[in-house]
């Protein structure tokens, strides 16, 4: 949904006007800061990916954000897989990302750009943790989505 008078573009999907490459990245940057000092996907993120990779890891991670948004292709990775092999990764976790995914993007985009930010992510989060899930022999027959987890306390990151 979007307010009125915001013009959309059409990739596939709509996109809002004001949905930049530069807004993206910004998401990025200010999410994965939080998200290192979360101390339930904190101790996940620090432990696969070393300091001196997370220019690198931003880098991917805006391309990813930019082909699922704008449609610019840039991302060609297969993320599964890297998420498939972190052993602890369960619905807490999923909660937690959904949950210091959505509180930053509330704070850094207008609404209707955060809105599509979130219908996305809660979509691309489910879908991982089902397929990790049925990939771990459960009887993914019953899961629904994930119950939202409480907004936790949002730390801007340091400038």
């Keep these: 949904m979007t307010t009125p008078g915001t013009r959309l ?3 596939g999907w709509e996109t809002p006007d004001g949905l930049t490459e530069e807004l993206i990245r910004k998401v990025v940057d200010q999410f ?10 904190g101790p996940v993120f620090n432990r696969i990916i070393p300091d001196e990779q997370w220019p690198r890891h931003l880098a991917l991670i805006a391309d990813f954000w930019s082909s699922m948004l704008l449609g610019t292709g840039r991302y060609t990775g297969r993320p599964m897989p890297k998420h498939l092999a972190i052993p602890e990764l369960e619905d807490a976790h999923f909660q937690r990302w ?6 930053t993007v509330e704070r850094v985009c207008p609404p209707e750009i955060a809105a599509v930010f979130i219908e996305r992510s809660e979509r691309i989060g489910n879908s991982f ?3 990790i ?7 993914i027959t019953a899961m629904g989505p994930l119950e939202r987890e409480a907004p936790p306390v949002w730390t801007p990151p340091a400038e």
């Design 9 to 11: 573009h059409r990739i």
């Design 32 to 41: 994965y800061a939080a998200a290192r000092r979360d101390p339930v996907i």
């Design 98 to 103: 959904l949950s210091l995914f959505r509180v």
């Design 129 to 131: 943790r089902m397929n």
């Design 133 to 139: 899930a049925m990939r771990r022999g459960k009887d």
